[in-house]
């Protein structure tokens, strides 16, 4: 890519309202009340397997810090290829800032600092060679809120592939976008007015945009940090079978306060606590026959 794609590809980045920002302050009674599960936990170490036998990515004793706040504390976890993994816990408990960690979302915030080994088919993401704008076409983001470009839902779908020069002419751009747009399941409902604003959508639609324009550069893996949180049950159900749809061409990791969403949704699941990884297994163990006394407090509604 050229250096003023490059450019182009960042400022258009610029314009996403949901960009990281420092994890939220818990109210002191909540914070307290999960310090001291915690405590009574006698936690020592993470339950479960955390290896995958098909890895797409890899998290080796993930560090993470806002200044002085260790936000991440030792965290592994693989992501198993053509699997979705959910993320789980109470608010603050880390799980949004570890996806986020996983293209590099936290370098935009100035005193968050990552430690540990994160490789993306084994290549180290990382690393001072790593190419960050290619690292996000690679693994993509779908936020809480839906965040459609400025520009027609044709332009929002094409802008990807056309910076990162995978369409050759017209006729490829148009197969790229109409692809994109049937597998996010939203071309039967906008291919007479690709030429419209996306953001004139309605909320689920623009959510199934965002997630065109993710896999419309080939990525290999798609991050969701909350994709339902501010859509209606109809729109929620459209997403969810979606993410169903996808995961037999791509690897995904979700995070969800929905534990209902994450039953429905993934094959696999993490618990995090305080920045710990507490417990990682097949989705329906975490559920039916949690290993670890904060899993089950949680999923039981003790707390969180």
């Not at 314009?15 to 009574?40: G, H, I, R, S, W």
């Not at 606590?273 to 290993?291: A, C, K, R």
Request: glycine residues 8%.
């Amino acid at each position: 890519m050229n250096a003023v794609g490059k450019h182009q590809y960042r400022d258009i980045e610029d314009m996403n309202v949901n960009k990281p920002v420092e994890p939220a302050v818990l109210p002191a009674e909540e914070e307290l009340d999960q310090f001291a599960a915690f405590e009574k936990s006698g936690f020592d170490g993470t339950v479960g397997k955390v290896t995958s036998d098909d890895p797409c990515m890899a998290a080796k004793n993930v560090d993470v810090f806002y200044a002085e706040k260790h936000a991440i504390i030792d965290v592994s976890v693989d992501l198993g290829r053509n699997e979705v993994l959910s993320m789980i816990g109470p608010s603050g408990c880390g799980k949004s800032t570890f996806l986020r960690c996983l293209n590099r979302m936290n370098d935009t915030i100035d005193i968050c600092r990552v430690e540990g080994d994160i490789q993306l088919d084994e290549e180290d993401i990382y690393n001072k060679q790593m190419d960050v704008v290619l690292l996000r076409a690679r693994v993509g983001m779908v936020f809480q809120k839906p965040n459609p470009f400025p520009k027609s839902i044709y332009e929002n779908v094409a802008y990807g592939p056309r910076i990162h020069g995978l369409a050759a002419s017209k006729t490829d751009m148009d197969e790229v976008v109409e692809t994109s747009l049937r597998k996010a399941g939203l071309w039967g409902e906008v291919k007479d007015r690709l030429d419209t604003p996306g953001t004139g959508l309605s909320g689920g639609q623009q959510q199934r945009l965002c997630i065109a324009r993710a896999i419309a550069v080939s990525p290999e893996v798609i991050l969701m940090d909350e994709p339902c949180s501010a859509l209606d049950p109809i729109a929620t159900a459209k997403i969810e079978e979606l993410i169903d749809e996808l995961r037999k061409n791509y690897t995904i990791a979700i995070v969800t306060h929905s534990m209902q969403q994450a039953a429905r949704v993934s094959q696999r699941t993490a618990y995090f606590h305080l920045g710990y990884l507490v417990e990682v297994g097949e989705t329906d163990d975490i559920f039916t026959n949690p290993q670890h006394k904060l899993t089950e407090d949680y999923i039981t509604g003790r707390f969180g």
